[in-house]
């Protein structure tokens, strides 16, 4: 299966705009019935997911983020969700230990979004039950008092280790709050992707074509991917394990696998511009 590019937030209780996200392009669609509902239409929001579920179309894969398994409110959202069929995972937000993992009926992305869970992300990403971990950098930022983006970085470099240690799929980023920056929404991803993250969460569908241009390689990018590849062809059929390119740059097997990864998005996320 492709690792995902694009997430879309939509809360539990607008099921009127649960079509609408499905429809938006993003790979996932997240029906928050976390911090998106306020605890008086919990019960509402719940049920509106749980139909939602059972009568779930298009291709887009559907999570549910319930509420914090350690407040007793997560439990009453899983037995709700009508035996789990037609949920795809769910999304642990606030995980700060391993062991509220235990047992858990469905796959799990684990968000982590406090001191603690940051601090415990190796043991969290290691749990057989977690198939991703994302940060949740709103409530960071909030309990820390981060507003500087290097002091922030800190702390997703962490998370990208730990899911990478895990062997699981890359880290996607955090919500950008402003939905009307759509600069400032693509410049954002690409510093993420500068540092090991990939992928992003959305709260808006205009965010989502910014977030998937943002992570598709670009021309100049697709470029030399080429040139590799085809330098290392070269190379390979003349018998020699290592190249170096015109312009004296060494290529060897972790560049050409790097390269082969970078047509291969490309191919997948901007066809019209990769031929
Ligand atoms: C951010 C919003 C509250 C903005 O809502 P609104 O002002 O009503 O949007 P628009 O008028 O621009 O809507 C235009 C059309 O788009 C549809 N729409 C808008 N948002 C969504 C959506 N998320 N999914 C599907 N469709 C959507 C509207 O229906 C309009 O359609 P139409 O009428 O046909 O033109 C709102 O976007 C919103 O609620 N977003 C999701 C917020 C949310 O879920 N937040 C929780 C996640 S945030 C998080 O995880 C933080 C994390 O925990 C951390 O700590 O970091
Ligand atoms: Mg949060």
């Not at 993003?26 to 579920?53: S, T």
């Not at 982590?112 to 039950?129: M, Y």
């Not at 569908?205 to 992570?215: D, E, G, L, S, Y």
């Amino acid at each position: 299966m492709n690792i995902p590019v694009t997430w879309l937030y939509v809360p539990g209780d607008r099921p009127e705009r649960f079509d609408k996200a499905a429809a938006s392009g993003a790979d996932v669609v997240i029906i928050d019935l976390e911090d998106a509902v306020v605890p008086a239409r919990k019960d509402e929001a719940r049920a509106n997911a749980a139909a939602y579920l059972a009568r779930r179309t298009g291709s887009a894969e559907v999570h549910v983020r319930i509420n914090d398994l350690a407040s007793g409110r997560g439990r009453d959202d899983l037995a709700a969700l009508g035996g789990l069929a037609g949920l795809d995972a769910v999304r642990l937000p606030k995980v700060e230990s391993a062991g509220v993992l235990d047992g858990l009926p469905v796959k799990a992305y684990a968000l982590l979004e406090s001191a603690a869970g940051i601090v415990a992300a190796h043991t969290i990403a290691a749990h057989p039950g977690v198939v991703g971990v994302a940060l949740g950098e709103q409530d960071l930022a909030a309990e820390l008092s981060i507003t500087d983006e290097s002091a922030m970085n800190h702390l997703r470099l962490q998370v990208v280790l730990a899911a990478a240690a895990a062997g699981l799929p890359p880290v996607p980023m955090s919500v950008y709050p402003d939905v009307q920056d759509e600069a400032g929404l693509a410049a954002s991803c690409r510093a993420g992707r500068a540092i090991g993250l990939f992928g992003r969460t959305a709260i808006h569908p205009r965010q989502i074509p910014v977030i998937r241009r943002a992570f598709s390689p670009t021309r100049e990018e697709t470029d030399r991917a080429t040139e590799i590849v085809q330098a290392a062809e070269e190379a390979e059929r003349a018998g020699a394990g290592a190249v170096a390119l015109p312009d004296g740059r060494f290529v060897d097997a972790p560049i050409v696998a790097r390269a082969r990864r970078t047509l291969a998005l490309a191919e997948r996320l901007a066809p019209e511009d990769f031929s």
